[in-house]
T-cell receptor
């Protein structure tokens, strides 16, 4: 069966420090991969999506970047965190059978101090 | 893009029915979804409906789709305290999923 792993679960980082969040998927190949951010009390904002290795689409201009070095690995990064980067980050994957929707990871709570 | 809107809060008493509403803007959306998010957790797919359907029922959950009005609703029968969560409406369009802001359902005992 397919599983998605996201880590760490919680992270507290100072302003100006780098960030690396990792997401891996097991049990499937060539998934579509997504990074979302959920600000406190708000909905989901699509940050990046990837349909294949090295293929990254950015939805909003921001302080973050994403990479997909392997088929089932998706990394969210920043060189210098801002206070406004705080939030709940969710990784998700989907296949081309759209009716299955997304499967989400358990999320990373990032607090920038 | 697609705009998906939901009311932010809903409060019901245990045992009552809950109805969570969602509107969207792009009539070409093909699949529509309801997700549940419990505190501190990721999103869990509850159910989905294809755009050529009017209704789908799955145990206590009933999804109604009015494609003319671009309105989607989720009805939870016999709401329980364990149903307290944030419910997200999502639509699929042009290889992307668009989410509403979520409706926080509070179930009072």
């Amino acid at each position: 069966s397919q599983t998605i792993h996201q880590w760490p679960a919680t992270l507290v980082q100072p302003v100006g420090s780098p960030l690396s969040l990792e997401c891996t998927v097991e049990g499937t190949s060539n998934p579509n991969l997504y990074w979302y951010r959920q600000a406190a009390g708000r909905g989901l904002q699509l940050l990046f999506y990837s349909v294949g290795i090295g293929q990254i689409s950015s939805e909003v201009p921001q302080n973050l970047s994403a990479s997909r070095p392997q088929d089932r690995q998706f990394i969210l990064s920043s060189k210098k965190l801002l206070l406004s980067d705080s939030g709940f980050y969710l990784c998700a994957w989907s296949v081309t059978r759209r009716q299955e929707g997304y499967t989400f990871g358990s999320g990373t709570r990032l607090t920038v101090v | 893009g697609e705009d998906v809107e939901q009311s932010l809060f809903l409060s019901v008493r245990e045992g009552d029915s809950s109805v969570i509403n969602c509107t969207y803007t792009d009539s070409s959306s093909t699949y529509l979804y309801w997700y549940k998010q419990e505190p501190g957790a990721g999103l869990q797919l509850l159910t989905y409906i294809f755009s050529n359907m009017d209704m789908k029922q799955d145990q206590r959950l009933t999804v109604l789709l009015n494609k003319k009005d671009k309105h989607l609703s989720l009805r939870i029968a016999d709401t329980q305290t364990g149903d307290s969560a944030i419910y997200f409406c999502a639509v699929y369009n042009f290889n992307k999923f668009y989410f509403g802001s979520g409706t926080k359902l509070n179930v009072k005992p």
